[in-house]
């Protein structure tokens, strides 16, 4: 975008790009018991290391590739976040912080670097719907033109309080990634498969997917 800058001279033009995903559960029939969820995921896990080499990467959102973004984040919280939620946050921010990947760190931040905000909302599904949404997010992607460009991403993960009883670390992690950048995968082991399985754990596609939108990070 070199032409964009010497054409306005010292002004600056911001572009943000913006991506909003939810998060749904069915709402028939109730969830599975805990027994046979953790049976199912240690044959899954043994399996999917045995070709961890060759594993797919999560999707990334088409907004965030190519990007040149830190791996650093500020994050903040709206008012009128309850401490369940905002526990259920902070446990999602240091999973992803565990990586090494990306470092998410409480504070407001600024302009021009990363950040992540965290909210609630309150949305009815109807009943006849067959699933309920539990949380929405994604990055917005904002490139500053001037005699430098940046580009910054200021991402969103929000929980539906509508369902508080339904929520978990694995659809706040799921919202999280999605603020990060991550997309939908169709690997029921991925915390970014789109419909909840309680899985609180990022699986290795969801790590080489992060990688993908935060390369810095690779040593
Ligand atoms: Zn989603």
């Given at each position: 975008m070199r032409w964009l800058s010497r054409l306005?001279?010292?002004?600056?033009?911001?572009?943000?790009?913006?991506?909003?995903?939810?998060?749904?559960?069915?709402?028939?029939?109730?969830?599975?018991?805990?027994?046979?969820?953790?049976?199912?995921?240690?044959?899954?896990?043994?399996s999917s290391a045995a070709s961890a080499s060759n594993t797919p990467?999560?999707?990334?959102?088409?907004?965030?590739?190519?990007?040149?973004?830190?791996?650093?984040?500020?994050?903040h919280f709206d008012?009128?976040?309850?401490?369940?939620?905002?526990?259920?946050?902070?446990?999602?921010?240091?999973a992803y912080n565990h990586t090494g990947i990306v470092t998410l760190t409480a504070g407001a931040g600024g302009?021009?670097?990363?950040?992540?905000?965290?909210g609630v909302y309150h949305k009815q599904m109807a009943t006849n719907n067959g699933t309920f949404e539990l949380g929405h997010g994604g990055p917005q992607i904002i490139r500053r033109y001037?005699?430098?460009?940046?580009?910054?991403?200021?991402?969103?993960?929000?929980?539906?309080?509508?369902y508080a009883s339904e929520l978990s670390l694995s659809v706040a992690m799921h919202e999280l990634g999605h603020a990060l950048g991550l997309?939908?995968?169709?690997?029921?082991?991925?915390?970014?498969?789109?419909?909840?399985?309680?899985?609180?754990?990022?699986?290795?596609?969801?790590?080489?997917g992060l990688r993908a939108i935060y390369p810095a990070a690779q040593h």
């Open positions: 306005l001279g010292l002004g600056i033009i911001i572009m943000g790009l913006w991506t909003w995903r939810d998060t749904i559960l069915p709402q028939l029939p109730t969830p599975a018991t805990p027994t046979t969820t953790s049976a199912s995921q240690s044959s899954t896990s043994s990467a999560t999707p990334t959102e088409s907004i965030v590739s190519g990007m040149p973004l830190a791996n650093t984040y500020a994050y008012n009128g976040v309850p401490a369940r939620e905002q526990a259920l946050f902070k446990q999602a921010v240091a302009a021009t670097q990363n950040m992540v905000t965290f001037g005699l430098t460009t940046t580009t910054v991403n200021h991402g969103s993960a929000q929980l539906n309080l509508t997309d939908h995968s169709t690997a029921v082991t991925s915390v970014m498969y789109p419909v909840d399985q309680g899985v609180t754990t990022l699986s290795a596609a969801d790590l080489a």
